[in-house]
């Protein structure tokens, strides 16, 4: 597996050990992580971190040029948040761990020109299915939408 | 002038004196200020804390009822970030200060049925002008556009 991915998938799994919403990210450029993260809504009661936010928050101030020759990653399929900071910062390329529990806004994306692949990867699949059957009201609170 | 709006004002002021980009915003829930902030690049060195995204931060964890019910106030018009947030979290009214020095992603929010209203308040327009003046390779790098 990817190793870049394999790291978004080791930041999905520390958020659920620590009873968090299982999203990891990471954010790439020329073969060096920027940042990491996870959802932080559990953690920090943060209603912004989600994982590809907080791979870009902990990635700091970059020049426009660093982020469109980087590549995102993310377990789970980018809600429209983090979409837009991925059209924001205008980030290329998204490497989508699932979007079977959940499909972002993978079309806004394609229609900008952004390269999106999705892996449908197993153990993402199951991160999610496990927290959602744990904590359906927290995910749905993390998504807008109501119990 | 609507005293939520001049709160969101006070807060670019706040950010302009502390040497930060001049974008304030403000969450209303049936007349109850949730939470309010402004741009934290300078600050606070994040990529992620725009005005709104700081407000709905600062407003803490709502259940999605809540946001569907309030309205966001904001001294420029909302980037792709801000625009996806408040999309996601299904916030149905936007009062924006003016969209002349920024022209965010309106058409995205009133495709998705959001209210947009637009004040083109000359106070917020100055602001945003002379931070620009200032500090261009700072707001550029917040738009994500190379210098």
């Known amino acids: 597996m990817d190793k870049y991915f394999e790291e978004a998938i080791a930041q999905a799994r520390k958020s659920f050990s620590e009873g968090g919403i299982p999203i990891g990210s990471v954010i790439v450029y020329q073969d060096k992580i920027l940042g990491k993260g996870h959802n932080k809504r559990i953690q920090q009661g943060s209603v912004v971190l989600h994982g590809e936010m907080d791979a870009l928050e ?26 837009g900071a991925i059209l924001l910062y205008g980030i290329p390329k998204v490497v989508i761990g699932e979007n079977k529990t959940f499909l972002g806004s993978e079309d806004l994306l394609k229609s900008h020109g952004v390269e999106v692949e999705v892996l449908n990867n197993q153990e993402c699949i199951d991160l999610m299915d496990s927290f959602i059957r744990l904590h359906p009201e927290i995910w749905f609170e993390d998504i807008g939408e109501p119990g």
Not at 64 to 82: D, F, K, N, R
Request: charged share 10%; glycine share 4%.
């Open 58 to 83: 902990n990635a700091g101030r970059q020049a426009a040029e660093i982020y469109q020759h980087s590549v995102l990653y993310t377990t789970l399929s980018p809600c429209p948040m983090c979409t």
